[in-house]
């Protein structure tokens, strides 16, 4: 989470982290407690996140370290940015793009959004993980808490890269290797997986194209097309069950959003498009057909 929305108190001044000044305690995330933090080097604002003591010790600290730097050789609009890895005092710190926005869950607190713009974030996700995968990076926790929309608009995908040390990257990992381990507290985590994490088995780029094809779902019909009452009960839907079309939940849909969601959602990797590049293109022909109905004078009748 890089920037959260809500803040706790101000709490004034911290002391620092390095070349950080803390600002303010905003939240804590998978990785650690969040602050807002000002670069003394640089001015910039950032969101820095303190891992914990004990998170990775011995050979995983250098792994949690190359998974770090693997993040933050990716630029792109749409992801925010890893500006920095380090240590102080013994202890690893993240320097984030600080967002200012609301993650997509709190956008869909009150239902569905409009179709038009529920694809057209979908189609800047898409963008953000046709980026990462070029360059072999996989989110593999993509859900509503991992994308915010910004104040101007826009998408900023959180936290790419790092899902072995996130509580959703844990719990999804827990989930496919043993579903009754799990509590309900998983459910807004495993409402996302693909059918191969609920299986416990390998994921590549396709993983992150279906967890977006269950976020984009639930944006244009206001419900997980999985959602049941235990976590052990959602992955069972999510590896047998095929969701509702999504134009018999709201008809004002066209048949191509349909077509376009039935494909990303299959259980099968190989029928999912292929890329992220792909996806995107399909979402914005989707969003281009929507405006022009849209524009469509009405016909008069007799």
Same mark, same amino acid.
């Given at each position: 989470?890089?920037?959260?929305?809500?803040?706790?108190?101000?709490?004034?001044?911290?002391?620092? +982290?390095?070349?950080?000044?803390?600002?303010?305690?905003?939240?804590?995330?998978?990785?650690?407690?969040?602050?807002? /933090?000002?670069?003394?080097?640089?001015?910039?604002? +950032?969101?820095?996140?303190?891992?914990?003591?004990?998170?990775?010790?011995?050979?995983?600290?250098?792994?949690?370290?190359?998974? #770090?730097?693997?993040?933050?050789?990716?630029?792109? $609009?749409?992801? #925010?940015?890893?500006?920095?890895?380090?240590?102080?005092?013994?202890?690893?710190?993240?320097?984030?793009e600080f967002v200012q926005g609301a993650t997509l869950r709190q956008q869909?607190?009150?239902?569905?959004?409009? #179709?038009?713009?529920?694809?057209?974030?979908?189609?800047?996700?898409?963008?953000?993980?046709?980026?990462?995968?070029?360059?072999?990076?996989?989110?593999?926790?993509?859900?509503?808490? *991992? +994308?915010?929309?910004?104040?101007?608009?826009?998408?900023?995908?959180?936290?790419?890269g790092m899902s072995i040390w996130t509580r959703g990257g844990q719990v999804?990992?827990?989930?496919?290797?043993?579903?009754?381990?799990?509590?309900?507290?998983?459910? $807004?985590?495993?409402?996302?997986?693909? $059918?191969?994490?609920?299986?416990?088995?390998?994921?590549?780029?396709?993983?992150?194209?279906?967890?977006?094809?269950?976020?984009?779902?639930?944006?244009?019909?206001?419900?997980?097309?999985?959602?049941?009452?235990?976590?052990?009960?959602?992955? +069972?839907?999510?590896?047998?069950?095929?969701?509702?079309?999504?134009?018999?939940?709201?008809?004002?849909?066209p048949k191509m959003v349909d077509l376009v969601l039935s494909r990303v959602?299959?259980?099968?990797?190989?029928?999912?498009?292929? *890329?992220?590049?792909?996806? /995107?293109?399909?979402?914005?022909?989707?969003?281009?057909?929507?405006?022009?109905?849209?524009?469509?004078?009405?016909?008069?009748?007799?």
């Amino acid at each position: 989470m890089s920037g959260e929305v809500t803040r706790d108190r101000a709490i004034g001044d911290l002391g620092a +982290v390095a070349h950080y000044n803390l600002l303010e305690r905003v939240g804590e995330g998978g990785l650690g407690e969040v602050y807002r /933090a000002r670069d003394t080097s640089t001015g910039r604002t +950032v969101a820095l996140k303190l891992v914990p003591f004990g998170l990775a010790e011995g050979q995983r600290w250098q792994r949690l370290m190359d998974d #770090a730097r693997a993040a933050a050789g990716l630029s792109h $609009p749409n992801i #925010a940015t890893l500006f920095d890895v380090g240590h102080h005092d013994e202890r690893l710190y993240l320097a984030y793009e600080f967002v200012q926005g609301a993650t997509l869950r709190q956008q869909m607190s009150g239902g569905g959004m409009n #179709a038009g713009h529920a694809i057209a974030l979908a189609a800047q996700v898409a963008d953000a993980l046709a980026e990462a995968h070029s360059r072999g990076v996989v989110h593999k926790d993509l859900r509503p808490d *991992t +994308v915010l929309e910004t104040m101007k608009g826009s998408v900023k995908v959180l936290d790419f890269g790092m899902s072995i040390w996130t509580r959703g990257g844990q719990v999804r990992a827990l989930a496919g290797a043993a579903p009754g381990s799990v509590g309900t507290d998983a459910l $807004p985590v495993v409402a996302y997986m693909s $059918p191969e994490q609920a299986r416990g088995g390998r994921v590549d780029h396709r993983t992150d194209l279906f967890s977006l094809g269950v976020i984009l779902y639930e944006m244009l019909t206001g419900v997980n097309p999985y959602a049941a009452g235990d976590p052990a009960g959602i992955l +069972v839907r999510i590896t047998q069950d095929e969701p509702p079309v999504p134009s018999t939940i709201d008809p004002g849909l066209p048949k191509m959003v349909d077509l376009v969601l039935s494909r990303v959602l299959s259980r099968d990797p190989g029928m999912r498009p292929d *890329t992220a590049v792909k996806l /995107a293109a399909e979402l914005r022909r989707c969003g281009a057909l929507m405006e022009g109905n849209a524009a469509e004078p009405a016909v008069a009748r007799p």
